[in-house]
């Protein structure tokens, strides 16, 4: 069982900057691969990065260039350093972790971008 636990969100203006953490509990199994996603209003949830534990990553063409997903091993936590913030940017943010089929979802955290 994994269980994830995300934090970091919260109330920006546009331009500005967030970080959010992801900290992993539990048997991690290999290959994985983990993922931040969102949800915002009346949308599907939808993929904002991946990244396997080969370090492979992979980017909605959104987030390029503002967007960056790394780990630190030593605290099983995975970060999403978000910069230039934009008003569509606001949702909820959710941690994901996959591996032999199986997924597991944070609770989420919020993200509002707004002046």
């Known amino acids: 069982q994994v269980q994830l636990a995300e934090s970091g969100g919260g109330l920006v203006q546009p331009g500005g900057s967030l970080r959010l953490s992801c900290v992993v509990s539990?048997?991690?199994?290999?290959?994985?691969?983990m993922g931040w996603y969102r949800q915002a209003p009346g949308k599907q949830r939808e993929l904002v990065v991946s990244?396997?534990?080969?370090?492979?990553?992979d980017y909605a063409d959104s987030v390029k260039g503002r967007f960056t997903i790394f780990r630190d091993n030593a605290k099983n936590t995975v970060y999403l350093q978000m910069n230039n913030l934009k008003p569509e940017d606001t949702a909820v943010y959710y941690c994901?972790?996959?591996?032999?089929?199986?997924?597991?979802w944070g609770q989420g955290t919020q993200v509002t971008v707004s002046s």
């Open positions: 994901k972790f996959s591996a032999l089929s199986r997924n597991y």
């Open positions: 539990g048997i991690i199994l290999r290959p994985y691969v």
């Open positions: 990244i396997t534990n080969g370090d492979t990553t």
